[in-house]
Structures are given as C-alpha cells and as structure tokens.
T-cell receptor, first 114, second 113 residues
Framework: DAGITQSPRYKITETGRQVTLMCHQTWSHSYMFWYRQDLGHGLRLIYYSAAADITDKGEVPDGYVVSRSKTENFPLTLESATRSQTSVYFC?????????????FGEGSWLTVV | GNSVTQMEGPVTLSEEAFLTINCTYTATGYPSLFWYVQYPGEGLQLLLKATKADDKGSNKGFEATYRKETTSFHLEKGSVQVSDSAVYFCALLLSGGYNKLIFGAGTRLAVHP
C-alpha cells in the first residue's frame, strides 16, 4: 500500500546504545521530516530533507543523525541514546511547492530509553 | 520568531456541544495554516487547511477561518461526537521555508456521551 511507514513502532533500549528508526514513503515526495512529540511541547522538528543527499537541522537536532541516500528512505539514528530521548517520533513527507502543501505523517515510533 | 499558541486542554464537552479551540500565531510573511488531529495511538492526520487570509477550511463538520487581522485560526464544530475525542494541533507553514511545519502544543478534547 502507498503511504509512509515507520519501523519499529515500539522500541525499548538502554542508555548509550545506538538506535535507528526507519522511515519509508512510496509517494516519491521530495521533502521528508523527523519530529518528536513530547507532552507540553507539541511536535518539534529534529531534521528535515529537501531531497536525496540534502539534509538540514531542525529545532532539536542534538544527539541525532540522519541520512538520505534514496528519496524514499529517511532513517533517524540516535548515536548514543539518553533518557531525554524517550519520546514518540514521527516521520513525515510532502511534495514540492510550499503554498498550502500538505505534509503527511507516519504512525509514529514509540521509543523508551531506560 | 515564528510560533503557534493554542488554548490549553483538556477540553471536556458533552456530546452535541459546540466546540471552539483557539489558535493564534506569530509569523513573518504569509503562512499557510493547518489543523491536524491525532487519535489515540495514531499519527497525525490533516483535518483542514487555509492558505490565505479570509480562507475558510472545513472538513468533517469542523471549520476554521484564517484571520490575518487577529492572527488567528480558531477551530470550531457545531455539534461534537464522542468519536471526535482526540488531540488537535494547530500549525503554520512558512512560505519558502522548505515546507517546515511549526506546531502548537496541542489541545486534548474529550467528549462524553
């Protein structure tokens, strides 16, 4: 089915471990995003990408790494997980153009760092 | 800077009550405005949007009007249902800004029978 999928949906990891959250979209959208959702903060942008091999920092990038070697994939890596990175992570994508363009979200990845 | 402010929740209503969730924004330029809805355990879904001043977005009985003079985009519904219980996010999209959405903190709505 077409859409945007995230994996894993649920993950528990230990402090200091590396974790990668995967995101795949089938629309060939140019733009992809990673947000984290925390109570009281809404959604905050971690990293975004305008196209393959083009990535840039968002509002809260520290402790995260992204790559985009293919248009359809945008993995997010926590190089050394910390408890403050316990959160729900949402991947999103949108097509080109900016005025009124709709951004579509995946179902989220619930990450707990113990 | 650019930001979105929503009324704090939770908002608790009885079925068939009138709903208003306030949203105001601060932005340079002329943003597009959105309401997203998040049902329990799910991702965000676009509810409605407006791209310029005085536009009215509507969907599933929800409406919001882009008011440039008051920098607001309040969400309304005339008669809520239990199935409308969710978290609602107001967001803005800056023109020429790599399609980055800026979100409010979200407002939880609970509708009781």
């Amino acid at each position: 089915d077409a859409g945007i999928t995230q994996s894993p949906r649920y993950k528990i990891t230990e402090t200091g471990r590396q974790v990668t959250l995967m995101c795949h979209q089938t629309w060939s959208h140019s733009y992809m995003f990673w947000y984290r959702q925390d109570l009281g903060h809404g959604l905050r942008l971690i990293y975004y990408s305008a196209a393959a091999d083009i990535t840039d920092k968002g509002e809260v990038p520290d402790g995260y790494v992204v790559s985009r070697s293919k248009t359809e994939n945008f993995p997010l890596t926590l190089e050394s997980a910390t408890r403050s990175q316990t959160s729900v992570y949402f991947c999103a994508s949108s097509g080109t153009g900016t005025v009124g363009n709709t951004i579509y979200f995946g179902e989220g990845s619930w990450l707990t760092v113990v | 800077g650019n930001s979105v402010t929503q009324m704090e929740g939770p908002v608790t209503l009885s079925e068939e009550a009138f709903l208003t969730i306030n949203c105001t924004y601060t932005a340079t330029g002329y943003p597009s405005l959105f309401w997203y809805v998040q049902y329990p355990g799910e991702g965000l879904q676009l509810l409605l949007k407006a791209t310029k001043a005085d536009d009215k977005g509507s969907n599933k009985g929800f409406e919001a009007t882009y008011r440039k003079e008051t920098t607001s985009f309040h969400l309304e519904k005339g008669s809520v249902q239990v199935s409308d219980s969710a978290v609602y996010f107001c967001a803005l999209l800056l023109s020429g800004g790599y399609n980055k959405l800026i979100f409010g903190a979200g407002t939880r709505l609970a509708v009781h029978p």
